[in-house]
């Protein structure tokens, strides 16, 4: 866990407690909405018949975004899911890399940011994202945001055991 700290030195980025407009509030940090990506999921499932294969599904502080994979993977078809409702954000764009499938999610939303908070004193976590690994698996990415505008990215286990930490673009 000393590995974020580490890295946090070393880009020179310092990660401030607290919310601001993003989180809704500014009671607490900002934190995506990570309790939303199985229902999102489902509501795609749904929307399309049956369990799906997606690119990314990515949560943000009042959304998940999710991309779909369509003919055999070289497409992608977005949604939102904000409010319990699910919509489509256009036609297919061109796609490439891993997929899974959602169930392959498996992911605690109260527990995921934890180790994350307790080494950083709660910080500004702005997305969630899942990805595919190019196996059928996924990836789960916390993106950190610093008061000073810089970021890191928080690669992490579904039970928010921290796997590595890169500075963000």
């Known amino acids: 866990m000393r590995r974020l700290l580490a890295a946090l030195v070393a ?3 310092a990660v401030a407690a607290g919310g601001d407009d993003d989180a809704g509030g500014g ?3 900002v934190r995506p909405a990570i309790e939303l990506i199985e229902p999102a999921i489902a ?3 749904a929307e399309l018949g049956g369990p799906q294969d997606f690119f990314e599904v990515t949560a943000e502080p009042q959304r998940v975004r999710l ?3 369509r003919e055999e ?3 992608a078809v977005p949604y939102v899911y904000v409010g319990g409702e699910l919509a489509r954000l256009g036609d297919p764009q061109g796609a490439e890399g ?3 499938p959602g169930a392959a999610v498996d992911v605690d939303p109260d527990a995921v940011l934890d180790v994350i908070d307790d080494e950083l004193d709660e910080p500004d976590v702005i997305l969630f994202s899942i990805a595919g690994d190019g196996s059928g698996a996924v990836q789960y990415q916390a993106t950190v945001r610093s008061d000073k505008g810089g970021t890191l990215d928080v690669v992490v286990a579904g039970d928010g055991t921290i796997l590595s930490v890169t500075a963000g673009a």
Do not use: I, N, S
Request: glycine content about 16%; overall charge negative; cysteine-free.
């Open 11 to 13: 880009a020179g980025v």
């Open 27 to 29: 009671d607490g940090p």
């Open 43 to 45: 509501a795609v499932e």
């Open 67 to 69: 991309w779909v994979a």
């Open 73 to 75: 993977a070289t497409r």
């Open 98 to 100: 891993g997929t899974f």
